[in-house]
């Protein structure tokens, strides 16, 4: 379309800085610095993808029934309002029971010929809806949109941004909030880079989430089997071509609370989790693997698990490692000759001295996970006698000193998106509670001896990660401490700076399984308050 061509819609100051407002006084803080697209924020990304050559098409879908007419009106607007102008808005009203809905979108679509239209005759249920607007759609790119829902005002900018620096990009999915009924921004979620084990916890890409046509193609869109949890299925099955996944670590995406929605009630709609459960078996069937999916009872309401079946016991092998009296500097050492000992092993668990499983299926649920070819390490839950976390996940930091999370919470915390208590991938297991595949011991050349201490183990996980194995926090697999647990603060000094030297390009980025949103000087994820200047004084 010629810029000539482009309704001139620009939003007004007041609307940029209301759509940037929360009742959350914290949330309010951030939203300030980094949620506030302003007017000239938005004229410059105007103009400058004014001048891109070849600037990709994104084809937004957006399924439409029976929806709050100001919702709908707001859907629609926030997308006319996109600083970024070469898009299309495919929409498919799923015969709703009123014909005003079809009427103000033929309106909108008269005066904006990037929005198009079609009326189903008879209601065929979300998939159906959502298959017929993709078939409208002729960008490179399609993005999906809910038709109560809104994205930010910068939203296709970013994504176009991205798909610019990285052309091969299958999938870009970004960071989202909630609108509270009252209108107002909370409940963000902060997102980890690609994480496919995660996918088996729960669909956290969601919402914003933009595919490649081609892919989307190729996997015949949504299936209606799984409807209800269709974007979880597609997925899953996404995740198994091996597509290159690009995370922008903004919020570009505000996801709408109402009394019907499933946002606000989680137990509506139950039919939902059902089709999760559904979608998870069908992809563990697809990859050969062999587990159970169950629904966790103790978080809320759309988290899951599944119990993978363990490799034959023989083929593992248990490595006690005493702390050495307070000489973590002979880790490497020890650790090394007592794995070179285990000739015959496929899998090696390491387990500090004084830790113990708290039941059978705590090495089932370390060893499980080895099912699938990509994963290299998997470390568990860490409890005091308290039942307070000694380890929920390890994050790396620039200092070489790694944060553990929740560290000192009791076990009923369940973590910001509850990161204590789901599977997850994870960029670094416990040097005292985790299990390691052989073969990538053995391809990785084992422990790098420059390293005395446990830190040799953080510098073999970044290695796997290199080389394209993953790493998994399984908190099912639970383990007791009875005596002395090592902190990461008490590693060996000299390791952590030698760490932070030789991974420092990696570090420099941030670790990937942690947003950069969320702080790294206190153990709670909470949201990164140490910013500049406020945007709007």
């Given at each position: 379309m010629d810029n000539k061509d482009i309704p001139n819609i620009v939003p007004s100051e007041d609307e940029l800085k209301m759509w940037a407002t929360s009742e959350w006084a914290e949330y309010q803080v951030w939203l300030f610095h980094h949620g506030y697209v302003s007017p000239g924020e938005w004229a410059d990304q105007r103009q400058r993808s004014l001048e891109w050559s070849n600037p990709p098409l994104i084809s937004v879908v957006t399924p439409v029934y029976n929806t709050d007419f100001i919702h709908l009106k707001e859907c629609i607007y926030s997308i006319q309002a996109q600083s970024y102008a070469n898009w299309e808005l495919?929409?498919?009203?799923?015969?709703?029971?009123?014909?005003?809905?079809?009427?103000?979108?033929?309106?909108?679509?008269?005066?904006?010929?990037?929005?198009?239209?079609?009326?189903?005759?008879?209601?065929?249920?979300?998939?159906?809806?959502?298959?017929t607007a993709i078939e409208m759609a002729t960008g490179d790119y399609v993005a999906f949109l809910d038709h109560d829902d809104r994205i930010s005002p910068d939203a296709l900018y970013h994504v176009a941004e991205a798909i610019r620096n990285q052309d091969k990009a299958d999938i870009i999915y970004s960071d989202r909030d909630m609108i509270c009924p009252r209108g107002f921004r909370y409940m963000h979620l902060f997102k980890p880079d690609w994480s496919p084990e995660t996918l088996f916890t729960f669909n956290y890409t969601c919402h914003l989430t933009v595919y490649r046509r081609s892919l989307l193609?190729?996997?015949?869109?949504?299936?209606?089997?799984?409807?209800?949890?269709?974007?979880?299925?597609?997925?899953?099955?996404?995740?198994?071509?091996?597509?290159?996944?690009?995370?922008?670590?903004?919020?570009?995406?505000h996801w709408r609370q109402h009394a019907e929605s499933v946002s606000m009630n989680r137990n509506t709609k139950t039919y939902i989790y059902e089709a999760v459960i559904k979608a998870l078996e069908s992809a563990l069937e697809r990859r050969g693997l062999e587990g159970e999916v169950f629904?966790?009872?103790?978080?809320?309401?759309?988290?899951?698990?599944?119990?993978?079946?363990?490799?034959?016991?023989?083929?593992?092998?248990?490595?006690?490692?005493?702390?050495?009296?307070?000489?973590?500097?002979?880790?490497?050492?020890?650790?090394?000759?007592?794995?070179?000992?285990?000739?015959?092993?496929?899998?090696?668990?390491v387990l500090g001295a004084e830790l113990d499983p708290e039941n059978e299926a705590a090495f089932q649920e370390l060893l499980g996970w080895f099912q699938i070819p990509e994963v290299g390490f998997v470390t568990g839950r860490v409890l005091d006698e308290q039942n307070r976390f000694l380890h929920a996940g390890?994050?790396?930091?620039?200092?070489?000193?790694?944060?553990?999370?929740?560290?000192?919470?009791?076990?009923?915390?369940?973590?910001?998106?509850?990161?204590?208590?789901?599977?997850?991938?994870?960029?670094?297991?416990?040097?005292?509670?985790?299990?390691?595949?052989?073969?990538?011991?053995?391809?990785?050349?084992?422990?790098?001896?420059?390293?005395?201490?446990?830190?040799?183990?953080?510098?073999?996980?970044?290695?796997?990660?290199?080389?394209?194995?993953?790493?998994?926090?399984?908190?099912?697999?639970?383990?007791?401490?009875?005596?002395?647990?090592?902190?990461?603060?008490?590693?060996?000094?000299?390791?952590?700076?030698?760490?932070?030297?030789?991974?420092?390009?990696?570090?420099?980025?941030?670790?990937?399984?942690?947003?950069?949103?969320?702080?790294?000087?206190?153990?709670?994820?909470?949201?990164?308050?140490?910013?500049?200047?406020?945007?709007?004084?």
């Amino acid at each position: 379309m010629d810029n000539k061509d482009i309704p001139n819609i620009v939003p007004s100051e007041d609307e940029l800085k209301m759509w940037a407002t929360s009742e959350w006084a914290e949330y309010q803080v951030w939203l300030f610095h980094h949620g506030y697209v302003s007017p000239g924020e938005w004229a410059d990304q105007r103009q400058r993808s004014l001048e891109w050559s070849n600037p990709p098409l994104i084809s937004v879908v957006t399924p439409v029934y029976n929806t709050d007419f100001i919702h709908l009106k707001e859907c629609i607007y926030s997308i006319q309002a996109q600083s970024y102008a070469n898009w299309e808005l495919c929409m498919v009203d799923d015969a709703s029971s009123t014909g005003e809905i079809a009427l103000y979108i033929k309106t909108c679509s008269a005066d904006d010929l990037r929005i198009k239209l079609t009326v189903l005759p008879e209601n065929k249920g979300i998939c159906y809806a959502t298959n017929t607007a993709i078939e409208m759609a002729t960008g490179d790119y399609v993005a999906f949109l809910d038709h109560d829902d809104r994205i930010s005002p910068d939203a296709l900018y970013h994504v176009a941004e991205a798909i610019r620096n990285q052309d091969k990009a299958d999938i870009i999915y970004s960071d989202r909030d909630m609108i509270c009924p009252r209108g107002f921004r909370y409940m963000h979620l902060f997102k980890p880079d690609w994480s496919p084990e995660t996918l088996f916890t729960f669909n956290y890409t969601c919402h914003l989430t933009v595919y490649r046509r081609s892919l989307l193609n190729g996997l015949e869109g949504v299936h209606a089997d799984c409807e209800g949890s269709q974007d979880h299925d597609l997925i899953l099955r996404a995740a198994e071509q091996n597509p290159m996944v690009v995370h922008i670590p903004r919020i570009l995406y505000h996801w709408r609370q109402h009394a019907e929605s499933v946002s606000m009630n989680r137990n509506t709609k139950t039919y939902i989790y059902e089709a999760v459960i559904k979608a998870l078996e069908s992809a563990l069937e697809r990859r050969g693997l062999e587990g159970e999916v169950f629904e966790i009872s103790d978080l809320w309401r759309g988290n899951f698990n599944v119990r993978m079946n363990n490799p034959p016991e023989e083929e593992s092998k248990l490595i006690s490692m005493e702390h050495l009296r307070r000489k973590e500097d002979q880790y490497t050492k020890v650790l090394s000759e007592k794995i070179e000992s285990c000739t015959d092993s496929d899998y090696i668990i390491v387990l500090g001295a004084e830790l113990d499983p708290e039941n059978e299926a705590a090495f089932q649920e370390l060893l499980g996970w080895f099912q699938i070819p990509e994963v290299g390490f998997v470390t568990g839950r860490v409890l005091d006698e308290q039942n307070r976390f000694l380890h929920a996940g390890i994050v790396h930091r620039q200092n070489g000193i790694p944060l553990s999370i929740y560290e000192g919470f009791g076990e009923e915390n369940q973590g910001y998106m509850g990161a204590t208590s789901i599977l997850r991938n994870v960029s670094a297991p416990h040097p005292f509670c985790f299990a390691v595949r052989r073969r990538l011991w053995n391809d990785l050349g084992g422990l790098n001896e420059e390293y005395t201490g446990p830190h040799s183990v953080f510098d073999l996980a970044l290695r796997a990660l290199d080389a394209g194995s993953r790493i998994v926090y399984n908190p099912f697999a639970r383990f007791k401490c009875s005596g002395r647990w090592v902190r990461l603060e008490e590693l060996p000094k000299d390791d952590a700076l030698l760490f932070s030297q030789n991974w420092s390009d990696w570090l420099d980025k941030g670790d990937p399984y942690y947003n950069r949103n969320l702080t790294q000087n206190v153990i709670d994820m909470g949201l990164d308050l140490n910013l500049p200047k406020n945007k709007w004084g």
